[in-house]
């Protein structure tokens, strides 16, 4: 199976949707190494840093500064003509930011629904009009993929996306949160408090 992913957040480490897309993928190429995954980045970043060996990289153009604009372009007519072009056999935009009409069949990640149940999260005409494009995107997708039961709820409530085109997948923490330090000191405690090879603190 061949999945194309919106590499619009690739390189933004400080976005919560930065984190998911670039730990989503590292994580797949683990579990799943017969995946075939391509990133589709945009114009403004045709050298994204840090890309898991095994992921190939799309470029859509060279050169060029992220806008509001930009972005849109991106997300509705760029990426679901490239994963069409490539011969993806599903397009999966890691935020919720998908397009309206895809000739791939669309994954779209909604994480939350926040601008929805506090609108002052989305003020201003440009802000209101964007949301309302991605919520019509959401609707059209295939499926919806979110990191909570309580997302999942919001999303059925505040979309009108039926719970059987939802899937709630939770958020691991990342491998920093699992350290080894002091792993060369284990055989040592063990010895020292006659601990078990295996043992629950």
Do not use: C
């Not at 590499?7 to 590292?26: C, E, H, T």
């Not at 992220?66 to 760029?78: D, L």
């Not at 909604?110 to 991605?134: H, K, M, Q, T, W």
Request: no cysteine; aromatic share 10%; proline share 9%.
């Amino acid at each position: 199976m061949h999945i194309a992913y919106n590499g619009w957040f690739w390189d933004m480490p400080n976005a919560g949707s930065g984190q998911y897309i670039v730990r989503l993928l590292k994580a797949l190429r683990r579990a799943a190494p017969d995946l075939e995954l391509s990133l589709v980045v945009p114009p403004h970043n045709p050298n994204p840093q840090d890309v898991p060996e095994g992921v190939t990289v799309v470029p859509t153009g060279n050169g060029g500064r992220a806008s509001k604009f930009g972005k849109v372009w991106f997300e509705q007519r760029t990426f679901p003509q490239v994963a069409a072009k490539i011969g993806a056999d599903i397009a999966h935009v890691p935020y919720w930011g998908p397009p309206l009409a895809s000739k791939v069949p669309l994954v779209a990640s909604v994480l939350d629904v926040i601008p929805l149940i506090y609108p002052e999260y989305a003020l201003g005409f440009f802000n209101r009009l964007y949301l309302s494009l991605v919520s019509t995107g959401a609707r059209g997708a295939n499926h919806i993929v979110t990191i909570s039961e309580t997302s999942a709820i919001d999303i059925e409530e505040w979309l009108h996306i039926p719970s059987e085109k939802i899937t709630t997948t939770y958020l691991a923490p990342d491998m920093e949160y699992h350290p080894q330090i002091g792993k060369e000191h284990d055989e040592a405690i063990r010895e020292k408090y006659n601990l078990p090879d295996r043992f629950v603190l």
